[in-house]
């Protein structure tokens, strides 16, 4: 791990110019309900509107612009529960770049449905019995594509900070930044921006209670591995952080909390019915945190990172009305 090549701001910088014209500057929003309820100023910074829903294109795209010649011709390779998927296959479909995205079986068949849509050519596996990582690097090495994982990569990172930094260059310095932690990506570029542009801004990453492996490594100082946790954030049921998240979260952040699947179909009800958003369950992972954390943040300047919208329409009704 020390001998890793961590990236900075510069690079978050970079893939900011590099994302022009081909990502969406997502909107911030704010709602005067939750302002009262918090006794705060909350921003919502929504990436359930960029393209493909997620942030994730941000990350995708950033890394698939920077292949040479040959890695354009032999194709990419990726592995993901599904935003990842859809980013990788949009960027290359825009890019000109073949690819292949191993998704597990029973991943939200929309997510399926628009990878395959993007072009993306699907293999499937079993999230709880198969290796996802090792599917991917295998495909990777028979086939000589270049692997680009959902997280723990420079370019990743480093595109997926351009949100934060958007949220920032918007709204000013904040007090508190919520967000979404799985493998640790999101929240990794997010540090890099809030040190860099706000630095006294304490920032949190947030997983699900059931899966909660980042504050584990985070308050032991070493990456703790889990098995695949059980939690309808879909897109937090990761078993580790990454080499290159790891360490930035551990240097930049100041607590991972977490919150239970009760405490996001709160929030997705919340935003359906009141902001008139949809948003997944992994995506209310920080808004269901600061709305734990409310009455210390009184007075304050709030941000809340919502990561993704992508969540299958029977699903999303079956939670909300249970």
Not at 18 to 24: D, K, T, V
Not at 53 to 63: C, D, I, L, M, V
Not at 97 to 126: E, N, S
Not at 228 to 235: E, K, L, M
Request: aromatic share 6%.
């Amino acid at each position: 791990m020390n001998t890793l090549t961590l990236p900075t701001y510069a690079d978050v910088t970079a893939a900011a110019a590099r994302l022009q014209g081909h990502a969406h500057k997502t909107p911030i929003l704010t709602s005067r309900t939750v302002n009262e309820a918090f006794g705060a100023e909350v921003f919502f910074k929504c990436e359930n509107l960029q393209r493909m829903g997620a942030f994730k294109f941000r990350g995708a795209f950033n890394a698939l612009s920077r292949f040479d010649e040959r890695q354009r011709r032999t194709g990419v390779v990726a592995f993901s529960s599904g935003n990842h998927a859809q980013a990788v296959a949009l960027s290359a479909r825009l890019l000109g770049i073949p690819a292949t995205i191993v998704m597990p079986h029973d991943a939200p068949a929309a997510k399926l449905a628009a990878t395959r849509g993007y072009g993306g050519q699907v293999v499937v596996y079993d999230r709880y019995k198969e290796d996802r990582e090792q599917i991917g690097s295998d495909l990777a090495s028979r086939q000589g594509m270049t692997l680009i994982p959902p997280y723990d990569h420079p370019d990743v990172i480093a595109g997926q900070g351009t949100a934060a930094k958007e949220l920032f260059e918007e709204v000013g310095a904040l007090d508190a930044l919520f967000v979404c932690l799985g493998g640790g990506g999101l929240l990794a570029g997010s540090a890099l921006s809030t040190r860099a542009l706000a630095p006294g801004c304490r920032l949190y990453g947030v997983e699900p209670e059931a899966g909660n492996d980042g504050q584990q490594s985070f308050r032991s100082g070493t990456i703790v591995h889990i098995d695949t946790p059980q939690t309808i954030a879909d897109g937090a049921q990761t078993q580790h952080l990454g080499n290159y998240t790891f360490p930035i979260i551990r240097r930049d952040v100041d607590d991972v909390l977490t919150a239970t699947d009760a405490q996001l179909v709160e929030c997705m009800r919340f935003a359906a019915s009141r902001m008139k958003l949809v948003i997944e369950p992994t995506g209310c992972l920080g808004f269901a945190a600061a709305r734990q954390m409310k009455d210390q943040l009184k007075g304050q300047r709030i941000g809340i990172l919502i990561s993704g919208g992508n969540v299958d329409m029977p699903r999303f009704c079956s939670l909300l009305a249970a």
